[in-house]
T-cell receptor, first 117, second 111 residues
Framework: NAGVTQTPKFQVLKTGQSMTLQCAQDMNHNSMYWYRQDPGMGLRLIYYSASEGTTDKGEVPNGYNVSRLNKREFSLRLESAAPSQTSVYFC????????????????FGQGTRLTVV | AQSVTQPDIHITVSEGASLELRCNYSYGATPYLFWYVQSPGQGLQLLLKYFSGDTLVQGIKGFEAEFKRSQSSFNLRKPSVHWSDAAEYFCAVTGYSTLTFGKGTMLLVSP
């Protein structure tokens, strides 16, 4: 059971280049998330998709776009990479909840280490 | 909006000694709380969760946590630490549509 799979695992970009981080889950979860992790900052939510066809901004959305391609896949795009986007990116998924407070746990991928030079 | 505070950035514990990692949360209603562990270069693994019921919850790897509403706390404990427990630990609380993390506590285990 693969769970949440992210590609690539490592990437080096030059400032101004674009790239897409891919994420797929095989748990039939409705909700998916993108977080970034920086030293001393914990994990901060970039974007999330509560269900197929919807996406919403999280805490740190600037410089990113997302696409919920289908129920399984949720991609994160950097249109013009900046050194401040050097980070470890995690995709996560969870079962659906209906309105109000999220009441299910999230499952995480192994992360993508991105360096922008 | 919800928030989580982990007051200790680093903690060093001797192998075999007991451990307590602190977590304080802020949320306007009944919180749903989690502890995750992250080994170097790895993703996050769920240790335990609290949704309702018994305020002392058991998790994997011998960890437990106690929810104290009066103190807005959800501290993680283990009676005897093993060298393999060295990792970063994150407390998290759910809010509307999202999961909010603390900044993490790095656990170092000394021989």
């Amino acid at each position: 059971n693969a769970g949440v799979t992210q590609t690539p695992k490592f990437q080096v970009l030059k400032t101004g280049q674009s790239m897409t981080l891919q994420c797929a889950q095989d748990m039939n979860h409705n909700s998916m998330y993108w977080y970034r992790q920086d030293p001393g900052m914990g994990l901060r939510l970039i974007y999330y998709s509560a269900s197929e066809g919807t996406t919403d901004k999280g805490e740190v959305p600037n410089g990113y776009n997302v696409s919920r391609l289908n129920k399984r896949e949720f991609s994160l795009r950097l249109e013009s990479a900046a050194p401040s986007q050097t980070s470890v990116y995690f995709c996560a998924s969870s079962e659906a909840w209906w309105g109000g407070q999220m009441n299910t746990e999230a499952f995480f991928g192994q992360g993508t280490r991105l360096t922008v030079v | 909006a919800q928030s989580v505070t982990q007051p200790d950035i680093h903690i060093t514990v001797s192998e075999g000694a007991s451990l307590e990692l602190r977590c304080n949360y802020s949320y306007g209603a009944t919180p749903y709380l989690f502890w995750y562990v992250q080994s170097p270069g790895q993703g996050l693994q769920l240790l335990l969760k609290y949704f309702s019921g018994d305020t002392l919850v058991q998790g994997i790897k011998g960890f437990e946590a106690e929810f104290k509403r009066s103190q807005s706390s959800f501290n993680l404990r283990k009676p005897s630490v093993h060298w393999s427990d060295a990792a970063e630990y994150f407390c998290a609380v759910t809010g509307y549509s999202t999961l909010t993390f603390g900044k993490g506590t790095m656990l170092l285990v000394s021989p």
